[in-house]
């Protein structure tokens, strides 16, 4: 079985889950068996989620994956977003084009940036891209529907939220290590990035080995490496990298 979770395309050969078919990835259960899924596809949906909710839906759906299934991941780069937009090498570039190029989402796999951020430099710019908050209403005071709200504890919404984390490569490897995947890599885009390829993104494989050590769940890797009680012992644990 090969699932697209957040995708609209129709693929001989897969399933396609989605809101538009009532299925959450952060809500709801994978509705399939453990053990039986051989490829699961995310593109930019990761980023739409805070990253304690990716740490717990990236557990489940480890569950989901057979022995040797594979997960790919796309999302924006927040290492490449930010030389794009801070590196000195770059401001001659964005002096001359005052953003446009962030206006223009066949450029940059962002989304669409409101002119009103590019008003005030790259700094405005970060924040449209990275955290996406926007007021829940637009210029005529209409509601505007939006992936996640912040609220108040009366239930008024005072923000609408659509970028919810910022990924760069060596945290998305130490989580996806940390919740059980192993075989991590870095790509450039596949065949299955169809109408995905822009700039700015990241790009991540990651497996489920055979007969793996470890079963899985981020508590669970926690737990195993006594990571919490060394912490407060006052031992910081490293990095976790790849074996």
């Not at 538009?20 to 509705?31: A, S, T």
């Not at 923000?159 to 192993?182: D, K, M, P, S």
């Not at 822009?198 to 669970?220: D, I, S, T, V």
Request: hydrophobic letters at 40%; a negative charge.
């Amino acid at each position: 079985m090969k699932i697209e979770i957040g995708g609209q395309r129709e693929m001989e050969g897969w399933v396609n889950l989605d809101l538009k078919e009532g299925f959450n990835v952060i809500l709801d259960e994978l509705p399939v068996e453990d053990n039986s899924v051989e490829y699961l596809y995310m593109s930019h949906v990761i980023e739409h989620m805070p990253m304690r909710t990716a740490i717990r839906v990236l557990s489940n759906l480890y569950r989901k994956l057979k022995s040797g299934g594979k997960i790919r991941i796309l999302c924006p780069d927040f290492n490449q977003l930010v030389h794009r937009l801070f590196n000195p090498s770059m401001v001659e570039v964005e002096n001359q084009t005052r953003f446009d190029p962030w206006l223009n989402p066949d450029a940059w796999k962002v989304g669409t940036i409101p002119p009103l951020y590019n008003l005030f430099g790259a700094l405005s710019v970060a924040n449209a891209t990275f955290l996406t908050a926007h007021e829940p209403i637009n210029t005529k005071g209409e509601p505007i529907e939006s992936d996640l709200y912040l609220t108040l504890p009366d239930g008024r919404r005072i923000a609408g939220v659509t970028h919810a984390a910022c990924w760069n490569a060596e945290l998305l490897e130490q989580i996806l290590y940390a919740c059980g995947y192993r075989n991590i890599e870095v790509t450039g885009f596949e065949d299955i990035d169809k109408e995905q390829e822009r700039k700015g993104q990241l790009c991540m494989n990651a497996y489920k080995e055979e007969n793996a050590a470890h079963k899985g769940g981020f508590k669970e890797f926690i737990e195993e490496n006594r990571i919490f009680e060394n912490w407060m012992a006052g031992h910081r644990p490293m990095m976790m990298r790849q074996k």
